[in-house]
């Protein structure tokens, strides 16, 4: 039987601003307590909130399409959404060659509010290439994970 802590902890790694920065240290916690490894459940927040990413586009793609019906959305929504596109566009060049990694850096940040989340949200307004931005957000998500981890065992300080 899974524990109930495990369940609010994997909960919390899926939730927007909390996820794995919030979900990891309950884990953790856990099993530190009960003298389980840590490395599965790591493996599984990791996981979590990699698969998250693809969850979030999908999510996006499917109701800003049925939104955009709607007269009030596509009036406040699509004209924000054109102004992000237009500013976009002037950094298309530099995003090719800088902006992936700024949004690894940003999602790696392991701060609530920087995660897969708020990196994909960030994308998928822009209109980033799906692919790059993927690799860039998961790669963000596994070092975020590791600074997680490495604070919620001890073995970095903020002191």
Same mark, same amino acid.
């Not at 999510?59 to 699509?78: A, L, N, P, T």
């Not at 290439?129 to 490495?150: E, P, Q, T």
């Given at each position: =039987?899974?524990?109930?802590?495990?369940?609010? $902890?994997? *909960? *919390? #790694?899926?939730?927007?601003?909390?996820?794995?920065?919030? $979900? *990891?240290?309950?884990?953790?916690?856990?099993?530190?307590?009960?003298?389980? @490894?840590v490395?599965?459940?790591?493996?599984m927040v990791?996981?979590?909130?990699?698969?998250?990413?693809?969850?979030?586009? =999908?999510?996006?793609?499917?109701?800003?399409?049925?939104?955009?019906? =709607?007269?009030?959305?596509? @009036?406040?929504?699509?004209?924000?959404?054109?102004?992000?596109?237009?500013?976009?566009?002037?950094?298309?060049?530099?995003m090719?060659?800088?902006?992936?990694?700024a +949004?690894? *850096?940003?999602?790696?940040?392991? +701060?609530?509010?920087?995660?897969?989340? #708020? $990196? #994909?949200?960030?994308?998928?307004? =822009?209109?980033l290439?799906?692919?790059k @931005?993927?690799?860039?957000?998961a790669?963000?998500?596994?070092?975020?994970?590791l +600074?997680?981890?490495?604070? @919620?065992?001890?073995l970095?300080?903020?002191?």
């Amino acid at each position: =039987m899974v524990d109930v802590q495990i369940l609010i $902890g994997l *909960l *919390l #790694t899926v939730l927007p601003v909390s996820e794995l920065r919030v $979900g *990891l240290p309950v884990i953790v916690e856990y099993a530190l307590r009960n003298g389980v @490894s840590v490395w599965p459940y790591f493996l599984m927040v990791l996981i979590l909130n990699v698969l998250l990413i693809l969850l979030i586009f =999908m999510f996006f793609d499917f109701f800003h399409e049925i939104f955009m019906r =709607m007269k009030w959305y596509r @009036s406040v929504v699509g004209r924000a959404l054109g102004r992000v596109q237009k500013k976009v566009d002037k950094l298309e060049g530099r995003m090719d060659k800088w902006g992936y990694l700024a +949004l690894m *850096l940003f999602v790696a940040v392991p +701060l609530p509010g920087t995660g897969a989340w #708020t $990196g #994909t949200i960030a994308a998928w307004v =822009m209109g980033l290439n799906r692919l790059k @931005s993927f690799v860039a957000i998961a790669a963000g998500v596994v070092i975020a994970g590791l +600074l997680v981890l490495l604070f @919620s065992l001890g073995l970095f300080s903020l002191r």
